[in-house]
Nanobody, 120 residues
Protein backbone atom coordinates (compact mmCIF):
# COMPACT_ATOMS: atom_id res chain seq x y z
CA UNK A 1 0.00 0.00 0.00
CA UNK A 2 1.22 3.46 -0.84
CA UNK A 3 -0.12 6.88 0.05
CA UNK A 4 1.48 9.79 -1.78
CA UNK A 5 0.76 13.40 -0.93
CA UNK A 6 1.44 16.34 -3.23
CA UNK A 7 0.54 19.98 -3.63
CA UNK A 8 2.45 21.52 -0.78
CA UNK A 9 4.57 24.61 -1.16
CA UNK A 10 5.21 28.17 -0.10
CA UNK A 11 2.25 30.57 -0.03
CA UNK A 12 1.59 34.00 1.40
CA UNK A 13 -0.84 34.72 4.21
CA UNK A 14 -4.38 34.65 2.90
CA UNK A 15 -3.47 32.45 -0.04
CA UNK A 16 -4.71 29.01 -1.04
CA UNK A 17 -3.31 25.57 -1.75
CA UNK A 18 -4.84 22.24 -2.67
CA UNK A 19 -3.24 19.09 -1.37
CA UNK A 20 -3.77 15.69 -2.97
CA UNK A 21 -3.31 12.19 -1.61
CA UNK A 22 -3.33 9.17 -3.88
CA UNK A 23 -3.79 5.66 -2.48
CA UNK A 24 -2.51 2.66 -4.43
CA UNK A 25 -2.39 -1.03 -3.67
CA UNK A 26 -5.76 -1.24 -1.95
CA UNK A 27 -9.40 -0.57 -2.75
CA UNK A 28 -9.82 3.12 -2.06
CA UNK A 29 -13.48 2.89 -1.14
CA UNK A 30 -12.66 0.50 1.71
CA UNK A 31 -11.13 3.33 3.65
CA UNK A 32 -12.18 6.45 5.41
CA UNK A 33 -9.38 8.97 5.08
CA UNK A 34 -8.01 12.00 6.85
CA UNK A 35 -5.43 14.74 6.89
CA UNK A 36 -3.12 15.40 9.82
CA UNK A 37 -0.36 17.94 10.20
CA UNK A 38 2.75 18.38 12.29
CA UNK A 39 4.39 21.72 12.92
CA UNK A 40 8.03 21.98 14.06
CA UNK A 41 8.35 21.07 17.73
CA UNK A 42 4.71 20.02 18.02
CA UNK A 43 2.80 16.76 18.00
CA UNK A 44 0.92 15.62 14.93
CA UNK A 45 -2.66 16.88 15.00
CA UNK A 46 -5.87 16.00 13.22
CA UNK A 47 -7.01 18.41 10.51
CA UNK A 48 -9.95 16.86 8.65
CA UNK A 49 -11.51 13.48 7.90
CA UNK A 50 -13.93 12.02 5.37
CA UNK A 51 -15.76 8.72 5.18
CA UNK A 52 -15.64 6.40 2.20
CA UNK A 53 -18.57 7.90 0.25
CA UNK A 54 -18.10 11.54 1.29
CA UNK A 55 -21.33 11.60 3.29
CA UNK A 56 -19.50 12.48 6.48
CA UNK A 57 -16.73 14.98 7.09
CA UNK A 58 -15.05 16.24 10.23
CA UNK A 59 -12.79 19.25 10.84
CA UNK A 60 -10.67 20.56 13.63
CA UNK A 61 -11.83 23.85 15.05
CA UNK A 62 -8.65 25.55 13.83
CA UNK A 63 -9.45 24.93 10.15
CA UNK A 64 -13.25 24.84 10.11
CA UNK A 65 -14.62 27.26 7.53
CA UNK A 66 -11.25 27.62 5.76
CA UNK A 67 -10.36 24.08 4.69
CA UNK A 68 -12.46 21.61 2.71
CA UNK A 69 -11.78 17.89 2.51
CA UNK A 70 -13.05 15.88 -0.44
CA UNK A 71 -12.36 12.70 -2.33
CA UNK A 72 -12.69 11.36 -5.88
CA UNK A 73 -13.13 7.61 -5.58
CA UNK A 74 -12.65 6.74 -9.27
CA UNK A 75 -9.28 8.54 -9.07
CA UNK A 76 -8.29 6.99 -5.71
CA UNK A 77 -7.55 10.51 -4.55
CA UNK A 78 -8.37 12.63 -1.52
CA UNK A 79 -7.99 16.41 -1.46
CA UNK A 80 -7.62 19.21 1.02
CA UNK A 81 -8.53 22.65 -0.26
CA UNK A 82 -6.91 25.20 2.04
CA UNK A 83 -8.05 28.82 1.84
CA UNK A 84 -7.29 31.91 3.91
CA UNK A 85 -4.03 30.37 5.02
CA UNK A 86 -2.36 31.61 8.18
CA UNK A 87 1.24 31.33 9.41
CA UNK A 88 0.06 28.83 12.03
CA UNK A 89 -1.00 26.48 9.22
CA UNK A 90 2.69 25.95 8.44
CA UNK A 91 3.38 22.24 8.91
CA UNK A 92 4.06 18.96 7.21
CA UNK A 93 0.69 17.58 6.10
CA UNK A 94 0.11 13.83 6.15
CA UNK A 95 -2.71 11.74 4.78
CA UNK A 96 -3.89 8.64 6.58
CA UNK A 97 -6.15 5.75 5.63
CA UNK A 98 -8.41 3.74 7.93
CA UNK A 99 -10.43 6.28 9.85
CA UNK A 100 -11.89 9.75 9.64
CA UNK A 101 -11.43 10.70 13.27
CA UNK A 102 -8.63 12.11 15.36
CA UNK A 103 -7.33 8.94 17.05
CA UNK A 104 -4.07 8.16 15.26
CA UNK A 105 -4.01 4.52 16.36
CA UNK A 106 -7.01 3.86 14.10
CA UNK A 107 -5.05 4.57 10.94
CA UNK A 108 -3.51 1.68 9.03
CA UNK A 109 -1.48 3.57 6.47
CA UNK A 110 0.26 6.93 6.27
CA UNK A 111 1.83 9.00 3.54
CA UNK A 112 5.28 10.55 3.74
CA UNK A 113 4.00 14.10 4.09
CA UNK A 114 4.11 17.32 2.11
CA UNK A 115 5.42 20.62 3.44
CA UNK A 116 3.15 23.68 3.59
CA UNK A 117 4.76 26.98 4.50
CA UNK A 118 2.72 30.13 4.95
CA UNK A 119 4.80 33.29 4.92
CA UNK A 120 3.84 36.62 6.37
Amino acid sequence: VQLVESGGGLVQVGGSLRLSCVLSGRTFTHYSMAWFRQAPGKEREFVAGINWNSEMTEYSDSVKGRFTISRDNPKNTMYLQMNSLKPEDTAVYFCGAGSMWSREEAYRFWGQGTQVTVSS
